[in-house]
Structure formats: structure tokens, C-alpha cells
């Protein structure tokens, strides 16, 4: 019996925001891990690059079995392997790598055959939630308590696709609110809205004298995808 040879095996891995789609070089990509299930050896890492493909595809079009999503050009990354043997992996994916208060990982496991390349859409990991950016107040600002203090925040999907009025990914559905907390443990909530600028949610209140967090957050009831930020304001 002869013995098993090292044969380079490529894996596709993709990052598919969930409700949306892939996430690709647009928003800084996402970081892949391929590790060894049994000891934790790293076999390939790299991040995923490419566009988050064909709108029409993933959000408009039914799915047909064994039909791939992906498209040429959309992002992936492959992960090359060396093996001589079948190896049981991890795959991690942390996603989107750029925006660290957003960041999540997922991951699965997997079976990989030596010589057996896993193509197409390959392995696709759905990552969860919102990129949410407090635009303002800026971060321990000091506001004059006679001030209107101005709540903005950019809210994207996790591969950065838009949200909007009435659009594939539409404002309407979404529940975007801010809480302030003051030091004495006190609360205020208040919602935010998408008015003229794409995925930009704003509103406007005032505080009395104080040290203030400030975390506005988002959340789809539909599909359960959530997101927050959080800042520290002074108000005198």
C-alpha cells in the first residue's frame, strides 16, 4: 500500500452578510482562518476581496438548488492547503474586519479531502448584525447644556450595502433608537430616522448638566439583525 502524497487543495471561502450580500474589498473585507480542528494549527489565513455581487441574484431572484450566488468577480478568498491526509477544520470568518465595535466572528466545521477542491460559492459563512457609526456627538464631547445636542448615525448592512426609504434594504423596517445614560443611572430613549442622506439616522434632544453615554443602536425585526455604537459626552 502506498502512501498518501501532500496535494494542494483549495478551498473557496465566502463572508455573506445575512439579509445582504457578500462582503468584499468596499468595506475592508473579512479575515479567514482555516485551522486544524484537532490542534489548533492555522493551515491558511487570508481576507476576502472581490464586490459584494449581483444585487439581482441575492436579493430579487428565487434560489435554485445547487445554484451558485456567486459570480466571477464577487469576493471570496481560497484558501490553498497542503494535506496528506483527510483533515477536519475550523473555518473562522471576523467580519467586517475595518470596523472593530461591529465585528463578529462566525464559523463552521468541515471535513477536507486531499485533492478535492471545494469550488463555486464554496464555503459560505452568514455573518449577522449592522455597522453601526455614531457619527455625533463626537466622542467625549463637551456641549453646552443650552445647546440642541444633534444624535447622527451611519447604519449599513455588514457588507456596507445601503439602507433607505423604501429600498431593498429599507428604513422603514428598521428600529433605529438612541439610549442616554446618565451617571446616576437614569435613561432616556428616542428614536432616530433616515431622512435625506442613504443610511444616515438623526435626531435632536437636550440635556441638563452631566456625564453622559450615548449608544444608539438598530435592530430588524424581521431577521433579527442588530447593531450598536457607543460614546461619552460631557454636557456643563
Known sequence: MLPLSAQETNVMVRAKAKDAKFIGTSIGGAKILVKNALTGKILANGV?????G???KIMKQDWKRSENLSEDDTAGFNATLDIDEPTFVTIE????INKKQAEVMSSTQLWIIPGKDITGDGVVLEVPGFVVDILSPQTHERIDSKETIEL???IVLMCGCPITKDGIWDANQY???AIVKDSE????EIALEQKDKPSTFQTELN???GLYEVMIYAYDPVTGNTGLDKT????N
Open 48 to 52: 476576502t476581496s472581490g464586490s459584494t
Open 54 to 56: 449581483n444585487t439581482d
Open 93 to 96: 470568518v471576523y467580519a467586517p
Open 152 to 154: 447622527k448615525a451611519n
Open 175 to 177: 428600529e433605529v433608537k
Open 185 to 188: 443611572g437614569g435613561i432616556k
Open 207 to 209: 440635556l441638563e448638566k
Open 232 to 235: 461619552n459626552i460631557i454636557v
